[in-house]
């Protein structure tokens, strides 16, 4: 299994059946592929419902996501206009929303919209962070020049502050927790020395810390 799926796969794990979850662009957009039957996922152009990738006939410009992407709703889903779309995100009823990241801060600051020279656009995800019940960062944990995405203060403009509860990468699982940050899964093959020579803040070790599963 390559990286991105393996990310998307864990951070799936966190969802279970009844869940309304949101899914961001790139590498958490493939969450759904692994979720748990039951669940249903969202977008912020109005859609609670997304099934998989639309291909061939099935493909209709009715049924795009956020990202632009056509799908193929569920029995049961649901379309309604941008404005509910956010009063859905922010009344709190969301189990959790999946996000890349630029940066994430030793406090669960996160930045994941702009760069210096270059702006991706916030979109929803500032209301997603603080509207759902759980943050989960899917992202790589370096950048690829191998500079750490996981800093001891975020020095890109914030998208929220103190909102990210996990963060999955391709090497481990960290958790966000007012005593820092907790090393909670690494993958076989790679050392806590490893992990901790590629992000900035010191990590804390998890007594129970467990194999990543692939």
Known sequence: MNDRDLIAKRAARYFKSGDVVNLGIGIPSLCGSYAAPGVLFQSENGFIGI???????MVTERYANAGGLNFV???????FD????FGIIRSGRLAATVLGALQVSARGDLANW???GRAFGMGGAMDLCNGA??????????????????????????????????IVTERCVIDVTEEGLVLSELRRGHTVAEIQAAVEPVLHVAPDLREMEE
Do not use: F, N, Q
């Not at 099934?51 to 006939?57: I, M, R, T, V």
């Open 51 to 57: 099934g998989p990738k639309a291909e061939g006939l």
């Open 73 to 79: 709703p569920v029995p049961g889903s649901s379309a």
């Open 114 to 116: 702009a760069a210096p």
């Open 133 to 166: 019940k759980k943050v989960i960062v899917a992202m790589e944990l370096t950048t690829k020049d191998g500079a750490p995405k996981i800093v001891e203060a975020c020095t890109y403009p914030l998208t929220a502050v103190e909102c990210v509860d996990h």
């Open 82 to 85: 941008v404005a509910m779309s």
